[in-house]
């Protein structure tokens, strides 16, 4: 007569488990940042065109709500871009606001206004309706000079040309978009980027 024995469940310890699953949850959280919000959010036109734009030499111009802001990439760009502009308009500034400029996003103040800017905290700096945009138009162009200076910078620095991105509102009014467009025609910048959000393609 044969026994049956009696099949027992089978047990597996987690603990091993458990441990990397934390380990992993602490690098994250330890690791991550905070995304900082835009001074001047913008809801960009659809377009199905996937084109990267490049994460060096590049200038971003930002426009919406009747105001244009203005960023460019790299720390050492962004210095040289504002010791030009320091010695187009006559400002001086100091090495502590030199180096919080290199870290910022994008400014949106004239150039008299920026020092101003640098030596707020980022959480004011970027509240809704503090900078007022960049001036653009005929007696006050600095808007232009800010981008002749910064394509001087990034060939001091980088030796390559500046590239233009444009990202303007899907509700801005298409003479803002203009205007800039003539800033950068002006200069014979006739090659940029138009900024998009991405549409899903009908099946």
Do not use: H
Not at 50 to 78: H, M, N, S, Y
Not at 102 to 121: A, W
Not at 188 to 202: D, Y
């Amino acid at each position: 007569m044969a026994i049956k024995m009696k099949k027992k469940a089978g047990s597996t310890d987690m603990t091993a488990m458990c441990d990397v699953a934390f380990l992993l949850l602490s690098f994250f959280v330890m690791t991550a940042t905070a995304k900082i919000p835009e001074a001047l959010p913008v809801d960009t036109p659809a377009s199905v065109t996937q084109t990267k734009l490049p994460d060096t030499d590049l200038a971003t111009i930002t426009i919406g709500k009747g105001k244009v802001f203005f960023d460019l990439k790299g720390r050492e760009v962004r210095v040289k871009a504002l010791e030009l502009m320091g010695q187009k308009y006559g400002v001086t500034f100091t090495e502590e606001e030199t180096k919080t400029f290199s870290l910022m996003e994008g400014v949106g103040v004239p150039i008299t206004n920026l020092k101003q800017l640098i030596g707020m905290k980022t959480s004011e700096r970027n509240k809704a309706g503090l900078q007022p945009g960049i001036p653009k138009d005929s007696l006050d162009n600095q808007l232009k000079d800010w981008i002749y200076n910064s394509r001087i910078a990034n060939i001091d620095v980088n030796d390559k040309e500046l590239q233009i991105a444009i990202k303007g509102d899907a509700k801005e009014e298409y003479p803002a978009i203009k205007q800039v467009m003539d800033i950068l025609q002006d200069q014979k910048i006739n090659n940029f980027s138009l900024v998009t959000g991405l549409r899903a393609t009908e099946k």
